[in-house]
């Protein structure tokens, strides 16, 4: 499978953006896919997930500001952002997963539990 995440840009704090991920050339089951942000200098941390039973999981900085939903039939996952802060800015990746049946259930799944990765989308956020 393929994912090409995109709508990353640099925007003021308080702006919004939506994040977009393209799944291709996979014709399997996708169970769980999120998002997944890196800073300069710090470690990638999940920032939301949806499992085929739309089941959602947030990090806590991001609640409330963030919305994660998906196009099935489009094959697309989204990531509404707004009121965006500095602190927001990083790198945004795509992940799925097509083998180990991820189920949200409260906490957000880590890293290793995707098989699939984006390239990335870049955010920054200015304030």
């Known amino acids: 499978a393929r994912l090409v995440e995109s709508g990353g840009d640099s925007v003021q704090a308080g702006s919004s953006l939506r994040l977009s991920c393209v799944v291709s050339?996979?014709?399997?089951?996708?169970?769980?896919m999120g998002w997944f942000r890196q800073a300069p200098g710090k470690e990638r941390e999940g920032v939301a997930a949806i499992d085929s039973h739309g089941n959602i999981a947030y990090a806590d900085s991001v609640k409330g500001r963030f919305t994660v939903s998906k196009d099935i039939a489009n094959n697309t996952l989204y990531l509404q952002m707004s009121s965006l802060k500095p602190e927001d800015t990083a790198t945004y990746y795509c992940?799925?997963?097509?083998?180990?049946?991820?189920?949200?259930?409260?906490?957000?799944?880590?890293?290793?539990?995707?098989?699939?990765y984006g390239q990335g989308t870049q955010v920054t956020v200015s304030s």
């Open positions: 992940v799925a997963d097509s083998r180990r049946g991820t189920v949200v259930s409260g906490s957000l799944p880590g890293l290793l539990r995707y098989n699939y």
């Open positions: 050339g996979y014709q399997g089951n996708v169970y769980c």
